[in-house]
Structure formats: structure tokens, C-alpha cells
């Protein structure tokens, strides 16, 4: 799988995180005129504003986490790619992790038992499926 297509499937759009830091920046900057607004007397006014600025802080950092794991349960594991080598005359057979250039029928190494050339006679993708996860409810 090439790069290309991994990010793509890991990629957040950038509106929805402009979206998040803009909510994110006025809940802060409601805050500070809260502050302000209860130095000045105005305890209605600030208590509305500290409502509003917890609220929009609480929400643009629970969506930014979503939105982040989101993107860890998205990635795409590759799996390992496995390449069988077997020896003509004897049989002896050999596993190893697949290498660049490899292809089936290729003569590789010579056999550890008879030193004859061994062939590589299976490339193959091993599949290994994750646990499920229990509901929580």
C-alpha cells in the first residue's frame, strides 16, 4: 500500500479543524471577557459568558480527541508478506520474510542439508484478523 492511499484514509479535513480552533479561540477569548465583564460589576453578563466559554472549550477539545481517534482507529496495518523457499531434491523447506525482487520459481540460496539451489515456490500475505471488541453496554 503506498503512502499516497494511507494518508488519505488517515487524512482530517482542514475546515473541520478550522472549524474546531476557531470554536476553540472564541470560547477562550469569552472567558477573558468574562473575567473583564466581573471585574467591571457585571455578574450576569459574566456568568453568561464563563457558561459559554466552558461550553464551546468542552466541545471543541471533545471533538478535536474524537476527530484524533478517529484517525488511530482509521490506520491500516500492513500485513507481513511471507516467501516460502523450497529445495528440489530433498524437500527441505524454508520460510523468510518476503525481500524486493523476489518472485516464484527464482533460484535463491543453496539447501543447508544437500547444497543444491533452492527455488522460491510461494509468496503470500499472512492474515491475521484483530480480536473484537466487546460492546461496552
Same mark, same amino acid.
Given at each position: 500500500?503506498?503512502?499516497?492511499?494511507?494518508?488519505?484514509?488517515?487524512?482530517?479535513?482542514?475546515?473541520?479543524?478550522?472549524?474546531?480552533?476557531?470554536?476553540?479561540?472564541?470560547?477562550?477569548?469569552?472567558?477573558?471577557?468574562?473575567?473583564?465583564?466581573?471585574?467591571?460589576?457585571?455578574?450576569?453578563?459574566?456568568?453568561?459568558?464563563?457558561?459559554?466559554?466552558?461550553?464551546?472549550?468542552?466541545?471543541?477539545?471533545?471533538?478535536?480527541?474524537?476527530?484524533?481517534?478517529?484517525?488511530?482507529?482509521?490506520?491500516?496495518?500492513?500485513?507481513?508478506?511471507?516467501?516460502?523457499?523450497? #529445495?528440489? @531434491? $530433498?524437500?527441505? =523447506?524454508?520460510?523468510?520474510?518476503?525481500?524486493?525482487?523476489?518472485?516464484?520459481? %527464482?533460484?535463491? /540460496?543453496? #539447501?543447508? @542439508? $544437500?547444497?543444491? =539451489?533452492?527455488?522460491?515456490?510461494?509468496?503470500?500475505?499472512?492474515?491475521?484478523? %484483530?480480536?473484537? /471488541?466487546?460492546?461496552?453496554?
Amino acid at each position: 500500500m503506498s503512502r499516497a492511499t494511507q494518508s488519505v484514509a488517515t487524512k482530517v479535513s482542514s475546515v473541520v479543524l478550522l472549524i474546531i480552533f476557531v470554536t476553540l479561540a472564541l470560547s477562550l477569548s469569552a472567558l477573558i471577557l468574562a473575567i473583564q465583564a466581573y471585574s467591571y460589576g457585571n455578574d450576569v453578563v459574566a456568568a453568561y459568558l464563563i457558561l459559554l466559554g466552558f461550553v464551546g472549550v468542552a466541545s471543541s477539545t471533545y471533538v478535536l480527541f474524537q476527530t484524533r481517534k478517529r484517525i488511530m482507529r482509521l490506520r491500516i496495518e500492513t500485513q507481513p508478506i511471507t516467501t516460502t523457499i523450497e #529445495c528440489k @531434491k $530433498c524437500g527441505f =523447506k524454508s520460510v523468510r520474510e518476503f525481500q524486493r525482487g523476489d518472485y516464484i520459481f %527464482k533460484e535463491v /540460496e543453496t #539447501c543447508q @542439508k $544437500c547444497n543444491e =539451489k533452492m527455488l522460491i515456490t510461494a509468496i503470500y500475505r499472512e492474515v491475521r484478523e %484483530k480480536g473484537k /471488541e466487546a460492546f461496552p453496554y
